[in-house]
């Protein structure tokens, strides 16, 4: 008659297989849950199967641990994937991402939690304000690793509910990327998605990202002119600024 801690299982898919439950370790202290994949779901991704593992919403946990040996995605030819879907976030991880990272009789832990704004530049606070800021994180052996592939691209969702102004400028919401200064660069193709309510983006290597919002408009481009979106698409990722004086105009 004690107090009794709930006991938690992720919830996991496979292509053609049945659904499977694995048990969650949750460590309350640090508002981290934690899943381990195991050879059914490794052999899966190995074999070119896509396999999801949905973690629970579980009371005062923002950061989500995914842990298996490195085999698992170090497949050089794979087209399978593990998707890890958390509050937090969503990771979808290709089954290439680690080879040649590390030995495979290693063990990887990837992290997906709420960063920390505190260290954040003002620039990068100004940029973010309320929205949320995550921090993605590999780790193999206990040993933190900056994760870099450019040969395996990971997709990353966070869920986001856009403010009214937002939504009546949905190409101006976009992902920075924080770098270890602080400072944020826009990931040019980040993207709010109306249909699965997130801010989805693809990335080569880990850090923290965040949903920012950056509307730029021009004197010349008016709302309703038919390329007034891949205008403001593109203005809001920095990849034009214009021609100056607050025209868009390249004549």
Request: proline share 7%.
């Amino acid at each position: 008659s004690g107090s009794h801690k709930p006991t938690y299982t992720a919830n996991v898919k496979a292509d053609n297989g049945a659904d499977t439950a694995l048990p969650i370790t949750v460590n309350a202290g640090a508002g981290n849950a934690a899943v381990n994949v195991g050879a059914q779901q490794g052999d899966s991704i190995s074999g070119g199967k896509n396999v999801t593992v949905n973690m629970p919403s579980i009371p005062g946990v923002s950061s989500y641990t995914l842990s298996m040996p490195v085999a698992y995605l170090s497949t050089p030819t794979g087209n399978g994937t593990l998707v890890f879907n958390t509050d937090t976030g969503s990771l979808t991880l290709p089954a290439h991402m680690l080879c040649g990272i590390a030995g495979e009789d290693s063990n990887v832990w990837i992290g997906i939690a709420e960063g920390d704004k505190t260290i954040l530049s003002e620039t990068a606070i100004a940029g973010i304000g309320d929205r949320p800021l995550i921090e993605i994180s590999v780790t193999i052996d206990g040993k933190k690793i900056g994760w870099n592939n450019p040969d395996a691209p990971v997709t990353i969702s966070i869920p986001y509910i856009p403010t009214n102004m937002e939504l009546a400028n949905p190409d101006s919401i976009i992902i920075w990327y924080i770098d270890d200064a602080g400072n944020p660069a826009c990931v040019p193709n980040g993207r709010y998605d109306p249909a699965t309510g997130t801010v989805t983006f693809t990335t080569t290597h880990f850090s923290k990202y965040a949903v920012g919002l950056n509307i730029v408009s021009f004197g010349d481009v008016a709302a309703g002119a038919w390329y007034y979106k891949p205008v403001s698409f593109i203005a809001a990722r920095g990849i034009t600024a214009g021609t100056g004086g607050g025209n868009f105009s390249t004549d």
